[in-house]
């Protein structure tokens, strides 16, 4: 009986994941995609959410996310600095791992 209910639940919530969009994957594919699976969470969670079902929500309804908006261009900029400090710091990296690996394969057991 436990099983039936388990199966009902999954079907019910593949069916409302497949429907619900206007883009679809092949009924097979979507059958066993992630989605599917995560389909009873997903569908109780879009089902109580205050949100509309759109992609883009106003920006408005997140106030918090004002400063990000206001200041991406700030944002984007420090991590275009802190990418180059990042390769500079693989290469480093790089040098110390081979010269360990070097050394490791000298030493004479």
Not at 28 to 52: I, Y
Not at 65 to 70: H, N
């Amino acid at each position: 009986m436990y099983a039936v209910i388990i199966v009902a639940v999954f079907l019910f919530s593949f069916l409302y994941t497949y429907y619900r969009g206007k883009e679809r994957l092949k009924a097979s594919r979507q059958l066993f995609d992630h989605s599917t699976f995560l389909a009873p969470v997903n569908m109780f969670m879009t089902g109580f959410s205050k949100l509309p079902n759109q992609p883009f929500f106003d920006v408005a309804q997140f106030p918090e996310l004002k400063p990000l908006q206001d200041n991406w261009q700030v944002i984007r900029e420090e991590a275009i600095q802190l990418q180059s400090q990042i390769k500079a710091a693989e290469k480093i990296m790089m040098q110390v791992l081979t010269h360990s690996l070097n050394v490791a394969g000298n030493v004479s057991t």
